[in-house]
């Protein structure tokens, strides 16, 4: 990457802070990182660039499989199920190199930085090139991966994922061989080649129980409790997955996961649809955190999971665009709360504040990223700018402009955005990847014609 530009300002004319909206703010950038915050400074200083309508801190998106955006529009044509959309899933995966991964993540993380996401966790299990062999590099995929992330000019932390089963007690096969290092402890020597740095953290994650046996479980856990690193798991999503685990295990998921050791603060269940109040109560005593995805998971009709509940309870909330069926957080966000006003027939569950949380500073934590999410000095320049003047937000108060966004904004309102101090996006146009539409068009078409 370039270097950082010296000390410069930006003035915002409308702030989302933690303490509420703010008017006329500089915010005075050193280093990557936010030094002052100075409201009601109605004038511009001289050299700061302007931001127009509302900033707010950068988005994280806590769930992401970046290969799976070859398959939107695709698996929408027709009925079929969850079983039926992971068939075509392997499909794609089937094809994909280390360069083709790395074209196709390129233009993916490019859209997400466009919607104003400035840090991802990829989950990541195609690891090695088909029937299972590994590349030269056993780490090539994933390196893939960050370096896409750093093309894009997004932060990742690399959820590198152990995939040892089909099911529970089932062999991979076909596509799935591309996913197995073996057992655990060969996933995890294969892992201690990945290094991370100030741009990508590296992570851990189960697949779910059906992929990785519940005796394997915690030698995934150990490897991340050791370095300190985020353990992410798929976690109830599908009743049969609930069904599987209960007949081999006598045990959900979650006590699955509790039993191995792997709870606690730096886990996340992802989905966590169709949880047991007991479940809801351990993942709350534990400090573990719940990735929603609810663009997903209402694609795949897996559920509308119980979001109050984890609230509640004390579980911190994070969200993901997993499938990409859409990349658009502000859908995300407000998702939460229309889908538990669905599921509850009540309204006003989560403020406005408290949605944005979800997509910023708590999935920011989520990811390793404990630094990042909030606009205010010390933390890192995460700045997104969302303009007020499109015909989805015209007429917006000022007072009013975080509730205008997350629940009328869609990705395509993002004008402007910052990561760590750099401008990645500015007037909706990409800094560095310069037709993102084209190279998301010409990567997809080779990989599905």
């Known amino acids: 990457m370039t270097a950082l530009p010296p000390t410069r300002a930006l003035w915002c004319e409308?702030?989302?802070?933690?303490?509420?909206?703010?008017?006329?703010?500089?915010?005075?950038?050193?280093?990557g990182r936010i030094t002052a915050v100075r409201p009601d400074t109605p004038t511009p200083p001289p050299g700061a660039a302007v931001r127009r309508g509302l900033t707010l801190p950068g988005f994280a998106n806590a769930h992401s499989h970046a290969f799976h955006r070859v398959l939107r529009g695709r698996t929408q044509a027709g009925s079929g199920t969850f079983w039926t959309w992971r068939e075509m899933m392997y499909t794609a995966a089937a094809k994909l190199d280390p360069d083709t991964y790395l074209a196709l993540a390129r233009a993916v993380y490019a859209e997400m930085a466009l919607a104003g996401i400035t840090s991802l966790g990829e989950f990541h299990y195609l690891h090695h090139a088909p029937g299972g062999t590994p590349y030269d590099d056993p780490n090539a995929m994933g390196k893939a991966l960050?370096?896409?992330?750093?093309?894009?000019?997004?932060?990742?932390?690399?959820?590198?994922?152990?995939?040892?089963?089909?099911?529970?007690?089932?062999?991979?096969?076909?596509?799935?061989?591309r996913f197995d290092d073996g057992d655990a402890d060969r996933w995890a020597a294969r892992v201690d080649g990945l290094k991370g740095d100030d741009h990508a953290r590296i992570g851990a994650a189960v697949h779910s129980v059906r992929a990785v046996p519940a005796a394997q479980i915690p030698v995934v856990a150990a490897w991340a409790a050791e370095r300190e690193a985020p353990l992410h798991a798929h976690v109830s999503e599908q009743p049969a997955e609930n069904h599987a685990s209960l007949e081999a295990y006598d045990n959900t998921p979650v006590g699955v996961f509790d039993d191995a050791g792997a709870l606690g603060s730096r886990f996340v269940a992802v989905h966590a649809t169709h949880l047991t109040d007991r479940d809801i109560a351990v993942l709350g005593t534990s400090g573990a955190g719940v990735c929603l995805c609810p663009t997903t998971e209402r694609d795949l009709a897996d559920g509308i999971g119980p979001a109050g509940e984890l609230s509640r309870a004390g579980v911190p909330l994070s969200l993901g665009t997993d499938s990409q069926a859409v990349i658009d957080m502000f859908e995300e966000a407000r998702a939460v709360e229309l889908d538990e006003r669905l599921r509850t027939g009540s309204r006003g569950h989560f403020t406005t504040?408290?949605?944005?949380?979800?997509?910023?500073?708590l999935g920011q934590a989520a990811l390793g990223w404990d630094d990042v999410g909030r606009i205010e000095p010390g933390m890192?320049?995460?700045?997104?700018?969302v303009?007020?003047?499109?015909?989805?937000?015209?007429?917006?108060?000022?007072?009013?402009?975080?509730?205008?966004?997350?629940?009328?904004?869609t990705a395509a309102d993002v004008t402007h955005v910052m990561v760590g101090g750099r401008t990645v996006v500015a007037d909706g146009v990409h800094q560095t990847v310069e037709d993102v539409p084209g190279e998301l068009a010409r990567t997809i078409r080779s990989l599905v014609e």
């Open 380 to 385: 890192r320049a995460d700045l997104v700018t």
């Open 14 to 31: 409308i702030v989302h802070t933690r303490t509420g909206i703010e008017r006329d703010v500089v915010v005075e950038v050193h280093d």
């Open 353 to 361: 504040a408290r949605l944005l949380a979800h997509g910023t500073v």
């Open 146 to 177: 960050v370096e896409a992330a750093r093309q894009a000019g997004i932060r990742i932390t690399l959820l590198d994922t152990c995939y040892l089963t089909g099911g529970i007690g089932e062999k991979l096969t076909g596509t799935q061989l």
């Open 387 to 409: 303009g007020l003047d499109s015909v989805r937000l015209a007429g917006t108060l000022p007072r009013l402009a975080s509730e205008s966004a997350v629940f009328a904004a």
